[in-house]
C-alpha cells in the first residue's frame, strides 16, 4: 500500500471485543490499526501501550482497533492465550485475529496490506485511504503531530487530506 491509496477491507476471523463490522463501516473516521503478536517485545513493551494511550486520548473522529497478526509461533498464540494476554494487559479497544488461508500461511491482512512485520502501525484517513504506514516503534510526540494534522485537517477544508504548509 502507498499513501492516499484505498486500504484493501481486512479478513478479520474473530474479533476479541465489540469489533467494527467492516474497514468500510468506519469511513469518515480516522482509523489506527495496531497489528501485532503476542510473542513480540516491541509490541508489548512499546506498540501495544502507544496504541492504549492514543485510544484513551483520542474523540469520536478516530478509532483505535488491535490486529493480532500471526506469522510465527501458531501453537502458542490461540484464542484462549490472546483473551488472557489482552485481559493481563488490560487493552481497552476491539482487537481482530487476522485470518489464515492455511494453517500456518501468512495471515490474510498482513500479506495484502504489506505489512513486514509486527509492530505495525496503519494510519488510515476519513475517505478509507492510507495516511501512513510504520514498521517498527514510532515516537509518541511524531505520532501525535501527524494525527494532529490528520484530525485537523477535514476541519480545515482539506476533504480529509493534510493540508499544504
Known sequence: MRPNEPVPEWRVRRWVGDGPASLASLRGRVVIV???QMLCPGCIYRGIPQAVRLHERLGGDAVVLGLHTVFEHHDAMGDASLE??????????????????????HPWTMRRWGLRGTPSTVVID???????????????????????????????????EVCPA
Do not use: I, K, M, Y
Not at 488472557?84 to 500461511?105: K, M, Q
Not at 517498527?136 to 482539506?158: H, I, N, P, T, W
Open 126 to 160: 476519513r475517505a478509507g485511504r492510507l495516511a501512513w504506514e510504520r514498521f517498527g516503534s514510532e515516537d509518541d510526540l511524531d505520532v501525535g503531530l501527524r494525527l494532529g494534522q490528520l484530525l485537523g485537517a477535514a476541519s480545515e477544508g482539506c476533504d480529509g
Open 34 to 36: 495496531h497489528a501485532f
Open 84 to 105: 488472557a494476554f489482552l485481559a493481563e494487559l488490560r487493552v481497552p479497544f476491539p482487537v481482530g485475529v487476522d485470518a489464515h488461508e492455511t494453517p500456518r500461511s
